[in-house]
């Protein structure tokens, strides 16, 4: 079985300020993990994704993510936020044994200026 | 690359109507689609796997008979809400994976709100 726990439902920080949003995974099997950003009223758009290899992700939007087996953890990161950067964040596991993707609850950032 | 489209972004029917949405792989072939709802504030819900030429594979608690779809071909599925009730209004979303790829890669339609008066 899978699944996503994304650690706080909102989080608020100020333009410049670094954005860190915690995501830990369940897997039986080595996982695919996903980054995904949601705007309103919009579809998702992939940030990055993990699957094999590299730990540290990097993605669009000058966001990264490290995957760390012994946390169970994919944290997304930026170095500095942008106004631009507001939105809901949804981290996803999957794999390649065929199991469905599993979405987290999503994490909304606020960016103030 | 890889643009998913979804017809009608948005749609208000009344109490007991059917409604159709349709998705559309515009640049590439999806073997598989994936139908997904979102309530107000919440993450996304899968509905079904669908596979093109096969009968789509529902999650626990979804109703066939009231979501049906179809995959007739390698860049079109559609979400038919029948009968459709005030507690059908939500926001579908639908996601197209490569034939190319993996089920795990995923490419998103921008999403359908339905209000059902």
């Known amino acids: 079985a899978q699944s996503v726990t994304q650690l706080g439902s909102h989080v608020s920080v100020s333009e410049g300020a670094l954005v860190l949003l915690r995501c830990n995974y369940s897997?039986?099997?080595?996982?695919?993990l996903f980054w995904y950003v949601q705007y309103p009223n919009q579809g998702l758009q992939l940030l990055l994704k993990?699957?094999?290899?590299?730990?540290l992700v990097k993605g669009i939007n000058g966001f990264e993510a490290e995957f760390k087996k012994s946390e169970t953890s994919f944290h997304l990161t930026k170095p500095s936020a942008h106004m631009s950067d507001a939105a809901e964040y949804f981290c996803?596991?999957?794999?390649?044994?065929?199991?469905?993707?599993?979405f987290g609850a999503g994490t909304r950032l606020f960016v103030k200026a | 690359g890889a643009v998913v489209s979804q017809h009608p972004s948005w749609v208000i029917c009344k109490s007991g109507t059917s409604v159709k949405i349709e998705c559309r792989s515009l640049?590439?072939?999806?073997?598989?689609m994936f139908w997904y709802r979102q309530f107000p504030k919440q993450s996304l819900m899968l509905m079904a796997t669908?596979?093109?030429?096969?009968?789509?594979?529902?999650e626990q608690g979804v109703e066939k008979d009231k979501f049906l779809i179809n995959h007739a071909s390698l860049t079109l599925s559609t979400l038919t809400v029948t009968s459709a009730h005030p507690e059908d209004s939500s926001f579908y979303i639908c996601?197209?994976?490569?034939?190319?790829?993996?089920?795990?890669?995923?490419?998103f339609g921008p999403g359908t709100r339905l209000l059902v008066l």
């Open positions: 993990y699957t094999t290899g590299a730990t």
């Open positions: 669908s596979n093109e030429g096969s009968k789509a594979t529902y």
């Open positions: 996803a596991v999957s794999n390649t044994g065929g199991f469905k993707t599993i």
């Open positions: 640049d590439f072939q999806a073997t598989t």
């Open positions: 897997s039986s099997v080595p996982p695919y």
């Open positions: 996601s197209a994976s490569p034939r190319t790829s993996g089920q795990e890669t995923q490419y």
